[in-house]
């Protein structure tokens, strides 16, 4: 197909860079012919930043970036770059910081100008094409900014120098001589999280309601601290009562598994549809902790439904994971029509049905039961706050609105034969809406969102004993060691799409696959996968440690970056620093590294006064201070792994929620011990002598190196890990 235009972003390897390099706009990638072009042109920077799987990042493209008139504007007055955030967190960060305390909101697309040496002076996310919803148009603003740049240069670049103080002093955190008060912070979050909380219909706050997972690793984790107590008891109320709000929502997808990115109503039943991969992983987590903590069904049945649809749709043929999908799709057409070449991608349009459509695949008598147990209705289903535009008039978003036994009384039928009519029911719709055209898929495999997905599967592996997700985790950490690490220097690399992109990993690629290995030692007790995490974390330490305050800068050194910033805020992923406090801390209790304690106990130094002030905003931050106060607790099985002892053994320890163990699985006798064995033994001297007794998988349980009797049953692993 020939295109009347394309720019520079068509050499890039980014997905949503390649969907804009068609768009009239004279578009380049962050770099210095950007630059160079702004300084001797001598033209203020359009900068535009966002993700190809973001719905109003295409609503934008489609009203402003695909019109000629748009264009000739920026084109004769900005130099214009792409940036897909992705991509390149750090230079995200900078201008979302900016953006967030210019506007006090922030999001996709992020729509920033700034002068040529880079300094932000305005900016703003979505800008309709003309004045509506309370926004500028975006025309009528170029046109406004260009001339203010002509004729009051001097005010805007004040403007700039302003801004850069600000950011600067925003970046410059330091560490504290003060001893921090853990105890209280904890208790400030709690109830900081516990005020917030939506009795009725679970989350935090009012709509739009957004998963927060680092909220419910807090929440496991105060609970686990204080599990008698009333407010313990509360903090894993709050989560339960949420986790099952959001799973029974329109926001989980009822048919295929996986969760969209958000509800945009207060009952979860209207969702954003796009579905972020780092949702899935850290999601998946959240209910095999909860699981773990009630031993109740339904939170595994989740968790495997989440990562079923992970390994169907998401995972590479290599093994590792992709990005995103988007929300938008084209809708349907009926069989046999001409495909309408001018149809526009609507949102939701792969998931939503009619209630002609449910009746036409199942039969009028089981969509009767299924349309009551899912809510679906012939005037569709979304409340008015959600859909305020009437969107998805006539559709239905399915989502659990009755329980099986009230579903079952309203039709006289047995809960068995309901159960038997609804799974019947998802599957002949699930193979039905496969025929449909599909979501866009960013098949960028980002290291860091890797990590949190190896995370999930490994830990899954433990809590749900399903040896498969460890087999899933093992493939994918192959292949980032194999594609984006590089053995000879020690680094590794942020993305890979059809090879390994030109950018440098970011704190969180580090932080985050280094947990994600030392996850899967738990899980595969594959003592490679646990030397890597060392490797990764010491490459981390190297380039990104700020040895003058401590703490992580996000980056390294780049001239092409106004400034190095440590992240801090724990919101939809968990933050770097958050996810180096915890690597750090797991590898200096089972490889014996003092170091990397030390380094974990300087970064919670380092936030401990903003921590402290706003300790909702660092809930996985407070978790890795919870796991820093507690007494190394090692868990050493002696064993054969294939064993059925060994596996009852290890089947004990999965079960409990343990935030704070360390397990190590040792080969049973003197002659099984191998190198690894030999390499651990060598590092941790406490555990040499600890062999099977009396030919039986032993179980050793160890709390700041002072070892209990050793135990040969589950029965008895059970009763020492419950003391």
Not at 184 to 198: G, I, Q, V
Not at 635 to 645: H, K, L, P, S, Y
């Amino acid at each position: 197909m020939e295109h009347e235009h394309t720019n520079k972003l068509a050499e890039s390897k980014s997905p949503y860079l390649l969907q804009h390099q068609h768009n009239p706009v004279d578009w380049l990638p962050w770099g210095e012919e950007a630059f160079d072009r702004a300084r001797r042109e001598d033209k203020p920077i359009f900068l535009s930043v966002g993700y190809s799987t973001c719905h109003w990042c295409h609503v934008m493209e489609r009203e402003s970036f695909e019109s000629a008139t748009v264009a000739r504007v920026m084109n004769e007055h900005f130099v214009n770059i792409k940036v897909d955030r992705e991509e390149r967190p750090d230079v995200d960060r900078v201008y979302m910081t900016f953006v967030q305390a210019t506007t006090g909101s922030g999001g996709w697309p992020m729509s920033v100008f700034l002068t040529p040496e880079l300094k932000p002076f305005y900016g703003g996310t979505y800008f309709p094409p003309d004045d509506r919803y309370g926004r500028p148009g975006f025309a009528s603003l170029l046109k406004h900014l260009a001339d203010a740049w002509k004729n009051d240069r001097a005010r805007i670049e004040q403007s700039g120098d302003n801004v850069l103080r600000a950011l600067q002093g925003y970046a410059a955190v330091e560490s504290s001589d003060d001893t921090p008060d853990w105890n209280a912070t904890f208790e400030r979050c709690f109830r900081s999280l516990a005020s917030s909380y939506d009795s009725r219909y679970g989350g935090f706050g009012d709509a739009p309601k957004f998963p927060r997972p680092v909220q419910h690793d807090f929440l496991h984790r105060y609970h686990a601290l204080n599990p008698a107590e009333k407010n313990g008891q509360t903090a894993l109320h709050i989560s339960r009562h949420t986790l099952g709000a959001m799973s029974d929502g329109g926001m989980n997808d009822q048919l295929g598994g996986g969760f969209h990115r958000y509800s945009v109503d207060e009952q979860w039943i209207v969702s954003h549809f796009e579905k972020m991969l780092y949702d899935q992983a850290q999601l998946v987590i959240s209910y095999c902790e909860m699981f773990q903590l009630t031993g109740e069904q339904f939170f595994a049945q989740t968790a495997r439904a989440t990562l079923d649809y992970v390994l169907r749709d998401m995972t590479h043929a290599g093994g590792a994971f992709f990005s995103a999908e988007d929300a938008d799709s084209l809708s349907p057409q009926p069989e046999g029509s001409k495909p309408d070449t001018k149809q526009h991608k609507e949102e939701g349009a792969f998931y939503v049905w009619t209630t002609a459509e449910i009746e036409a695949a199942i039969g009028a008598e089981d969509a009767a039961i299924f349309n009551y147990f899912y809510g679906a209705q012939p005037a569709g289903n979304a409340p008015p706050q959600g859909d305020p535009h009437g969107e998805f008039k006539g559709k239905n978003i399915l989502y659990v609105a009755r329980g099986v036994e009230e579903t079952a009384r309203r039709f006289g039928r047995a809960p068995e034969d309901v159960v038997r009519v609804l799974s019947s029911a998802r599957d002949k719709l699930f193979t039905l809406r496969e025929k449909r055209p599909r979501p866009h898929r960013d098949d960028k495999i980002i290291a860091s969102w890797n990590g949190l997905m190896i995370s999930a599967f490994a830990r899954a592996a433990q809590a749900l004993d399903e040896p498969r997700y460890a087999d899933a985790a093992r493939r994918a950490a192959a292949f980032i060691r194999a594609e984006l690490w590089d053995e000879d220097t020690k680094t590794l690399r942020r993305h890979w799409m059809n090879g390994a992109a030109d950018v440098a990993a970011f704190a969180d690629d580090y932080a985050g696959m280094a947990r994600g290995c030392i996850d899967l030692y738990e899980a595969s007790f594959d003592f490679s996968a646990l030397l890597w995490a060392e490797e990764l974390m010491d490459a981390m330490n190297r380039q990104l440690w700020d040895e003058e305050s401590g703490g992580y800068f996000n980056s390294a050194s780049d001239p092409r970056v106004l400034l190095r910033m440590k992240e801090d805020y724990d919101g939809a992923e968990p933050a770097a620093n958050s996810l180096a406090t915890e690597a750090n801390l797991r590898l200096a209790a089972l490889l014996d590294r003092d170091d990397l304690r030390l380094k974990a106990e300087a970064t919670l130094k380092v936030f401990a006064d903003r921590v402290s002030r706003i300790p909702q905003a660092m809930p996985a931050l407070l978790a890795g201070a919870m796991l820093s106060q507690s007494a190394p607790l090692h868990i050493v099985i002696a064993g054969n792994a294939d064993a059925d002892d060994t596996r009852a053994l290890l089947r004990a320890v999965h079960e409990k929620f343990l935030p704070n163990k360390n397990l190590l699985l040792l080969g049973g006798d003197e002659q099984s011990s191998g190198e690894a064995q030999n390499q651990l033994a060598a590092r941790l001297p406490f555990i040499a002598g600890m062999m099977m007794r009396d030919g039986k998988a032993t179980a050793y349980v160890c709390r700041d190196f002072a070892c209990r009797q050793p135990v040969t049953t589950a029965e008895e692993l059970r009763a020492q890990l419950s003391e």
